[in-house]
T-cell receptor, first 117, second 113 residues
Framework: GAVVSQHPSWVICKSGTSVKIECRSL??????MFWYRQFPKQSLMLMAT?????????EQGVEKDKFLINHASLTLSTLTVTSAHPEDSSFYIC?????????????FGPGTRLTVL | DQQVKQNSPSLSVQEGRISILNCDYT??????FLWYKKYPAEGPTFLIS?????DKNEDGRFTVFLNKSAKHLSLHIVPSQPGDSAVYFC????????????FGTGTRLKVLA
């Protein structure tokens, strides 16, 4: 159990376009989902926390108008990188948390590699 | 401000020996700690966790030790296996808050056959 999927696993886009990344909890209801990004050989940096049905809470330094997060259902959260630029190229990872069965644990998706040309 | 640090970016250990990965934190409010294993281009895989009310937690070959006074935790892997070669991240959270994880900088472990 506790499987989180991400789609797509990798994406290449042109500068100026928008890219949507989906994060799904496959066998549990995720009341909270988190979005991270990881640059090569660096740590996972939390970008934002989203709770189902409410606005996401962004970490300091993360532009909320550039990284749009929607958590419309208990099994799906989306991250849209708007007007992507080469510096947005990174590995984006989501995680999901289930209050009921895993009090303190987050389950991570496999990640999405974004390359902006 | 890096609240969770792993001061050793890399570690090499002979197969069968003990691997010790260290993690230091600065925020005394953290009360739950986790270790994750990660391969390139994949999501982190949970290994083991520990609550601040404990000083040790063991699961098979993995043991995590917590020294609250020193704000230090360590992961011991015994015996180390070549399949353990990966990047290991420690993470810390405050369970009375949003449960967001603060990750350390990672340690690349290489187990030599």
């Amino acid at each position: 159990g506790a499987v989180v999927s991400q789609h797509p696993s990798w994406v290449i886009c042109k500068s100026g376009t928008s890219v949507k990344i989906e994060c799904r909890s496959l066998d549990f209801q995720a009341t909270t989902m988190f979005w991270y990004r990881q640059f090569p050989k660096q740590s996972l940096m939390l970008m934002a926390t989203s709770n189902e049905g409410s606005k996401a809470t962004y970490e300091q330094g993360v532009e909320k108008d550039k990284f749009l997060i929607n958590h419309a259902s208990l099994t799906l959260s989306t991250l849209t990188v708007t007007s992507a630029h080469p510096e947005d190229s990174s590995f984006y990872i989501c995680s999901a948390r289930d209050w009921v069965s895993s009090y303190n644990e987050q389950f991570f998706g496999p990640g999405t590699r974004l390359t902006v040309l | 401000d890096q609240q969770v640090k792993q001061n050793s970016p890399s570690l090499s250990v002979q197969e069968g020996r003990i691997s010790i990965l260290n993690c230091d934190y600065t925020n005394s409010m953290f009360d739950y700690f986790l270790w994750y294993k990660k391969y390139p281009a994949e999501g982190p895989t949970f290994l083991i966790s520990i609550s601040s009310i404990k000083d040790k937690n063991e699961d098979g070959r993995f043991t995590v030790f917590l020294n609250k006074s020193a704000k230090h935790l360590s992961l011991h892997i015994v015996p180390s296996q070549p399949g353990d070669s990966a990047v290991y991240f420690c993470a810390a959270t405050i369970t009375s808050g949003t449960y967001k994880y603060i990750f350390g900088t990672g340690t690349r472990l290489k187990v030599l056959a």
